[in-house]
């Protein structure tokens, strides 16, 4: 088996990258909340909730163009939607880099051809109840795979370790099949959860209330990467 190259772009420099996620910032002073974060940021999450696809309402394309403008980081927005094909190109406007869509609402194939289209990095989502099975055919087209960790439409939920034999599955078909996606983990992300998602193949980590719902937001986001990156230094000790 070829050994999988690592890519600047994908693993970064320093092995596991954060995404704060900013649905655990101060919507008040959003800017500010960005930049105590970015120094320790390697990608921004951005949920985007509709009412439907989830029971909660957060923001759309204006916001992350007000994002944009503030803000050089990568914007990777997470659509938590039933009908994303509509808003993909106002994403695009508004300065989004990668749009992640749900594979639970169908018409994948068509939603990443238009992703792709519009010149925008291609996530695919699912739930923690959703078979990796369903995202099968369209690993091979996806820039990011995001295994939900808990039920999306709130922050602060508890870790569901039952998603873990998924994330190890997708990271073992990643490497069989010399797939190029990133393995990204989004819920209950925390100083305790990450080496334990690290160590079963994720490497982009999501996190809002561990780090914007701490003191010292900076600091706990580079507090998780450290975990990370231990489970890392460990497993290779062990090999
Ligand atoms: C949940 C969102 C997450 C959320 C994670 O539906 O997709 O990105 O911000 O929040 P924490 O890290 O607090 O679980
Ligand atoms: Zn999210």
Redesign the pocket.
Known sequence: MPERQPDERRDGPRGVRIAP?I??ADFARLGEDIDRVSPEADVL?V?V?DGHF?P?LTIGPPVVGWIRRHTDLYLDC?L?MDNPREYLEAFKKAGADGCTVHVEIGGTEALIARMRELGLDVGLALNPETPLESCLPYLDQVDLLLV?S????????S?MAEVLPKIERARRLADEGGLGFELEV?????TSTAPVVVRAGARLL??????F?REDPVAAAGALRRAGEAAISQGKGAE
């Open positions: 996620s649905l655990s999450h949920d909730m989830v909660n997470h938590m939900m808990v039920h999306p439409g709130f922050g602060g939920q870790f989004d819920g209950g992300i925390d999501v996190a809002g209330s561990a780090i719902g």
